[in-house]
């Protein structure tokens, strides 16, 4: 678990998040994400900047599709389909990973909605987890990625 949001205060986009973990660790970092999401990427705060600093691990979620559709031209070499043999790339650039192996009915944007509403969601995380979001008042006020 990490607080560098917490400790950034303010709005916090996931770039500016990347940014700070490459400044502080060695090696690739891999940004785990639900199709949902995915589906939304292009309309994330400088997603290209993100797809250029980080491998993102894209999994199945009910409801949406698993592809590349949508992403511009220029990312769509570096999608591959995970556990599946690929070449190596050119020049090494972070992949995107396609996932469809993992099935799970929890999203964080329900995490989110149900905790806007004042619902628990000790049915949707860990017990540790549902602690530490209620300790710190996570995603009480709108949210952005």
């Known amino acids: ?20 973990f490459r400044r502080q660790m060695v090696g690739d970092l891999y940004f785990i ?19 250029r600093l980080t491998n993102l691990i894209v999994v199945s979620r009910p409801g949406h599709a698993l592809n590349a559709e949508g992403l511009p031209e220029a990312f769509r070499p570096r999608v591959r389909i995970w556990g599946s043999a690929h070449e190596p790339a050119q020049e090494h650039e972070p992949y995107i990973y396609l996932c469809s192996g993992i099935h799970n009915e929890i999203s964080a944007t329900a ?5 806007r509403r004042g619902e628990t ?11 530490y979001i209620e300790k710190y008042r996570l995603y009480r006020d709108a949210v952005t990625i």
């Open 1 to 20: 678990v990490s607080t560098v949001e917490l400790e950034r205060g303010g709005v916090s986009y996931t770039i500016d998040t990347i940014r700070e």
């Open 33 to 51: 994400m639900g199709a949902d999401a995915f589906g939304t990427l292009t309309g994330w705060k400088e997603y290209e900047e993100l797809l």
């Open 111 to 115: 995490i989110r909605a149900a905790l």
């Open 121 to 131: 969601i000790a049915h949707l995380v860990p017990p540790d987890v549902a602690v």
